[in-house]
């Protein structure tokens, strides 16, 4: 049975691996479009769903390594 489990484990943190890059991606995406460019010319800060994208893809992508790696 642990087996089992170990092995749902690490399939879920290569999902959540998976889905970390994805997001951080994402954000690097939306950082380079044109609305993104626009509010951070005038606000002089990231626009908030990009930091949004990045906390979240650093989030599942560090509990995801910890799953996929956890004994």
Do not use: D, H
């Not at 997001?23 to 990009?50: I, R």
């Amino acid at each position: 049975m642990a087996k089992k489990s170990n092995t749902s484990m690490q399939v879920a943190g290569l999902v959540l691996l998976v889905a970390g890059a994805g997001l951080a991606y994402w954000g690097y995406q939306m950082s380079g479009s044109l609305t993104s460019q626009l509010t951070e010319a005038v606000s002089g800060s990231v626009p908030e769903e990009v930091m949004y994208r990045y906390i979240s893809g650093a989030v599942c992508g560090v509990v995801g390594f910890f799953l996929l790696f956890k004994k």
